[in-house]
């Protein structure tokens, strides 16, 4: 038997709710641990349980969307301006130094790694958490990022999904690995990472002249 479609309240009250529903879901996520029940969020949000699940159809499917919603903000912005430079033909390392910048201002919150560290304590039971967190964290930069770098004539690089994720490394998974152990990396070290990184990057991607 086929299920009913869920039809989920429109207009801008239900829009209203529906966003006190995600800021409340991440508070008591990072807060409390997946295991929080839907009715401490609802009380959070200073809405119904009801409320919540016209909205949401399970504790997994809110999650995924807090996910989104965290890093659209950690990354939403230097992803627009990232593309937006693209179109504007700029200078390729300067548009890689923004863009890992950017990444690292991002990814580093504090919110943004509280969230990170429940969902690796999550993904084995729920492996569209990592997939989600995957797909809507920098590596929603990969089409366009990899596409411009694909069309320099100064660069020569064969194997693109190999190259963004040397790049990922140079730049931004340091942070990782370090947060992972409570760890911060300062901003001078930051930079010399992010700035180094890029030219080790493009130096070696860059194209030979023909003998």
């Known amino acids: 038997m086929n299920e009913t479609p869920r039809r989920i309240p429109t207009g801008e009250r239900a829009a209203r709710k529906r966003a006190a529903i995600i800021r409340a879901a991440r508070t008591v996520f990072v807060g409390q641990g997946f295991g929080s029940g839907m009715d401490r969020i609802a009380a959070e949000a200073n809405v119904s349980k009801v409320t919540v699940y016209n909205h949401f159809r399970s504790k997994e499917e809110l999650f995924l969307e807090v996910i ?29 130094l923004r863009t890992a910048r950017s990444w690292v201002e991002g990814m580093t919150r504090a919110d943004v790694q509280a969230l990170r560290t429940l969902i690796a304590a999550q993904v084995q039971r729920f492996p569209e958490l ?82």
Not at 180 to 194: K, M, N, S
Not at 195 to 206: A, E, P
């Open 68 to 96: 989104g919603d965290a890093l659209e903000q950690a990354l939403g912005r230097s992803f627009r301006a990232m593309s937006e430079h693209l179109r504007d033909g700029g200078d390729i390392r300067d548009l890689l």
């Open 130 to 211: 990592g997939r989600a967190w995957r797909e809507q964290g920098p590596d929603r930069f990969s089409g366009p990022l990899g596409e411009a770098l694909s069309k320099r004539d100064d660069l020569d690089i064969p194997d693109m999904p190999l190259a963004l994720t040397q790049f990922y490394a140079l730049v931004l998974y340091p942070h990782v690995v370090h947060s992972a152990y409570g760890d911060r990396l300062d901003a001078d070290f930051t930079e010399q990472l992010i700035t180094t990184g890029v030219d080790m990057f493009l130096t070696y991607y860059r194209a030979k002249p023909p003998e």
